[in-house]
């Protein structure tokens, strides 16, 4: 441990110098029991891993007090299941998150400007409770709702298709709802 300068030091005592680890004949092999061989395992529950995904949390600042709510859906539920998949969004192209995950997620799902009843209707059921960790596999079908190919779009891709195809926008939250509730 560092001592002050004005303590005395025992004047036989070796000062210590840094010396590395004895050498390992061998090279190294992952051959611990939870060591992953090959890619990133995929499937149900495994989540979309990318870099420096906690990020998203700061991000989502930016939008507290801003998000269109209907009537019973809270900021903190609309919230997670967007940065669930705005992290995804992000692990599709290899990156920590931005800013335009979470706007297009938001977007999608009409947090950003008034959205149709009906789609409110769905969404507050899909989206109810989905801050809570005890409801991981309802923001998780709420994630695996959006396609790939919805997630590879610019935001104002999304919002187009929000605005000409409601119907499109309607039958991911009935699919992320049914998902969620085992239908």
């Given at each position: 441990?560092?001592?002050?300068?004005?303590?005395?030091?025992?004047?036989?005592?070796?000062?210590?110098?840094?010396?590395?680890?004895?050498?390992?004949?061998?090279?190294?092999?992952?051959?611990?029991?939870?060591?992953?061989?090959?890619?990133?395992?995929?499937?149900?529950?495994?989540?979309?891993?990318?870099?420096?995904?906690?990020?998203?949390?700061?991000?989502?600042?930016?939008?507290?007090?801003?998000?269109?709510?209907?009537?019973?859906?809270?900021?903190?539920?609309?919230?997670?299941?967007?940065?669930?998949?705005?992290?995804?969004?992000?692990?599709?192209?290899?990156?920590?998150?931005?800013?335009?995950?979470?706007?297009?997620?938001?977007?999608?799902?009409?947090?950003?400007?008034?959205?149709?009843?009906?789609?409110?209707?769905?969404?507050?059921?899909?989206?109810?409770?989905?801050?809570?960790?005890?409801?991981?596999?309802?923001?998780?079908?709420?994630?695996?709702a959006?396609?790939?190919?919805?997630?590879r779009?610019?935001?104002?891709?999304?919002?187009?298709?929000?605005?000409?195809?409601?119907?499109?926008?309607?039958?991911?939250?009935?699919?992320?709802?049914?998902?969620?509730?085992?239908?």
């Amino acid at each position: 441990m560092a001592a002050p300068d004005y303590v005395p030091k025992p004047v036989d005592d070796l000062a210590r110098t840094y010396s590395s680890p004895p050498r390992r004949n061998q090279s190294w092999m992952a051959d611990r029991p939870a060591e992953l061989v090959g890619r990133q395992p995929t499937g149900p529950r495994l989540g979309s891993p990318g870099p420096d995904q906690g990020y998203a949390l700061h991000l989502a600042r930016h939008y507290e007090g801003r998000l269109v709510l209907g009537t019973g859906e809270s900021e903190a539920d609309a919230l997670s299941g967007c940065l669930a998949i705005a992290m995804r969004r992000s692990a599709i192209f290899g990156r920590a998150p931005i800013l335009g995950d979470l706007t297009l997620a938001l977007t999608f799902w009409g947090f950003l400007s008034s959205a149709p009843e009906e789609l409110v209707g769905i969404r507050s059921q899909a989206f109810a409770a989905v801050a809570s960790s005890h409801h991981y596999v309802e923001r998780g079908a709420i994630v695996d709702a959006m396609t790939d190919d919805l997630l590879r779009m610019t935001i104002e891709q999304v919002a187009d298709v929000v605005r000409t195809t409601p119907a499109m926008v309607l039958a991911t939250a009935e699919s992320a709802l049914s998902a969620a509730h085992g239908a």
